[in-house]
């Protein structure tokens, strides 16, 4: 049976850094946990196994506030093409790395797929992420549709912060 996927979340980013570097700052502990967060939060826990059927867990809390409850996510690696192409299953998740619902939004899909190509151009790399609902009912697929511009808003303080960490490496 052929997978059910919805309409694209489209998101292009330039970063001022060679294609390589891109790509391990998004499959490496030691980058995702510099950046991989939206603003105001931070990663409490992050563990990489970049390889295909390994996974990416994570936990995200509020800058400054350690007693606050983890929020978990994690990434399961589809396809990994080195340095042009990273294709994950997303999920909300828990301590254990088991599938959740999204603790605010319990119609968001339980699974997403995101397929990130990575393109040398002059001066830097391209970056496009096409990210879908994956296996979705209706109702999961039009709250996933519905919530494009929401998911423009947060991806980019957290591509922001990709490329401060992006530019700090480029410096050394």
Known sequence: MAEKLSAPFILERRFAAPRELVYAALTQAEHLGQWMSPPGMELSHCTVDARVGGVFHYAMKPRGMPAAPAMWGKWTFRELKAPERIVVVVQFSDAQGGATRHPMAPLWPLY????????QEPGGTLMR????????????QA?????????SQGWSG????LE????????Q
Do not use: C, G, N, P
């Not at 957290?158 to 912060?161: I, L």
């Open 158 to 161: 957290t591509m922001d912060a």
């Open 164 to 171: 401060q960490h992006l530019a700090r490496l480029v410096k």
């Open 143 to 151: 709250i996933f549709d519905a919530s494009h511009a929401s998911m």
């Open 112 to 119: 997403t797929l995101s397929t990130t190509t990575l393109t």
């Open 129 to 140: 992420l096409e990210w879908r609902a994956l296996d979705a009912s209706e109702a999961e």
